[in-house]
């Protein structure tokens, strides 16, 4: 089992390009989130879907939108990506209850 | 604003010896306080959980420790070893689902 897959793991965008992040888990959960790390701040939720065909927004949603494709995958799309944006993006899934499994992570930079 | 706060933000030490990791929070919902592990380019992974029905809860050589009244806890890692040098993040959340993250601490142990 892969567990939880990103694609890309690097991707360097100007300001105003748009772009998805990939994300998909071999584990049957039902529910995905979508974090970003930055230095000195920890891990904040994006939006998380609690089970196929819903989504909801977390602590900061603002500048990207999200598609639970189906069960396996969930992606993040930044439409006109701002430097603020630069950071590290990590997919997780769970089931509910239970331990949070994170994917290896996609490194943003925009320029 | 951080719903868990972290401290510190670094510490080093010999091998042998005992990290001590230690968060606060302000919401008396949150029930579940798991802490996470993260090596350089990799996503964080589940080290240890408590629920604050318990005080302690003890891992091999890793322990949470728990005080309900002082909406503190903290992770101590005994023995510290080369191999326990990452990055740890406490977090928190309500019925399991949206982790809300501490900054982290970068532990580092000298041989």
């Known amino acids: 089992n892969a567990g939880v897959t990103q694609t890309p793991k690097f991707q360097v965008l100007k300001t105003g390009q748009s772009m998805t992040l990939q994300c998909a888990q071999d584990?049957?959960?039902?529910?995905m989130y979508w974090y970003r790390q930055d230095p000195g701040m920890g891990l904040r939720l994006i939006y998380y879907?609690?089970?196929?065909?819903?989504?909801d927004k977390g602590e900061v949603p603002n500048g990207y939108n999200v598609s639970r494709l189906n069960k396996r995958e969930f992606s993040l799309r930044l439409e006109s990506a701002a430097p603020s944006q630069t950071s590290v993006y990590f997919c997780?899934?769970?089931?509910?209850?239970?331990?949070?499994?994170f994917g290896p992570g996609t490194r943003l930079t925009v320029l | 604003q951080q719903q868990v706060k972290q401290s510190p933000q670094s510490l080093i030490v010999q091998k042998g010896g005992i990290s001590i990791i230690n968060c606060a929070y302000e919401?008396?919902?949150?029930?579940?306080f798991p802490w996470y592990q993260q090596f350089p380019g990799k996503g964080p992974a589940l080290l240890i959980a408590?629920?604050?029905?318990?005080s302690e809860k003890k891992e091999g050589r890793f322990t949470i420790s728990f005080n309900k009244s002082a909406k503190q806890f903290s992770l101590h890692i005994m023995d510290s070893q080369p191999g326990d040098s990452a990055t740890y993040f406490c977090?928190?959340?309500?019925?399991?689902?949206?982790?809300?993250f501490g900054a982290g601490t970068t532990v580092t142990v000298r041989a």
């Open positions: 977090a928190a959340s309500i019925n399991d689902y949206k982790l809300s």
């Open positions: 997780a899934s769970s089931e509910a209850g239970a331990e949070q499994f």
């Open positions: 879907s609690a089970s196929e065909g819903t989504t």
């Open positions: 408590i629920r604050p029905d318990v």
């Open positions: 919401n008396t919902a949150f029930d579940y």
């Open positions: 584990m049957n959960h039902n529910s």
